[in-house]
């Protein structure tokens, strides 16, 4: 408790405040890379936009992501205290036709590959659905190009203590790779909420030398 209130004098732990910024087709209309971005990523249904609502504290910052024609753009964020947050179009909506998973295979592949701001991923899973083909591929690349991971496996509520920590090892030592961190999550009780805010927060305004 006296922690808590430690950090608390200079910050917030249990949210990250952010304000909407704008939408953007691809990179190429993102602002200006001068200042640090995580990106958020998940298979749709996966729990995205809970998890952003639980993170800010805001149910407005996932609406604005699911807004009718938001949704395929990369929707950014301004984090209070520094740095943004870029909420990337799901991917693997079963019925999304070929065209729109281009679409969101080239916009968020380039954004991934050519934004020289972007210091990190949250890749969020369902944890009854872990590393579908589609994450696999997605920490496949981020292994590649050393992008600090952290992958959220969400509704754990779903599951008994045991079972998902089963989940957790074999998700472990199925992307083992330093950079790839994977940790239980729920959106719905807030499990490792605060977890994932210092992890957020270390990236995006790391403490000074
Ligand atoms: P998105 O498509 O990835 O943005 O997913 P949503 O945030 O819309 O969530 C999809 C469904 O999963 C909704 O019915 C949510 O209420 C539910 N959901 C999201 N997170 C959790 C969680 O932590 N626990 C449980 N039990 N349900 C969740």
Redesign the pocket.
Known sequence: MKKMEGRSAHRDPARIETEFLKSAPGIKECPVDDIPEIAVA?????????????LTGNRST?KV??TPGRTQLLNLFTVRGGGRLVDLP?YG?AKANRDSQRTWQSSVNTYLEERTNLVGLIV?M?IRHPLEPLDQQLLNWTGVSALPTLVLL?????LGYGAAQQVLQSTRSRTASAQISVIT?????G?HVDEVIDWVRERLSPAPQ
Do not use: T
């Not at 969400?154 to 779903?158: E, H």
């Open positions: 998940g298979r749709s249904n996966a729990g995205k936009s809970s998890v952003l609502n639980r996932a992501s699911r799901g909506y969020v369902d969400n509704k754990a509520d779903k999550f729920s959106a719905l009780r499990l």
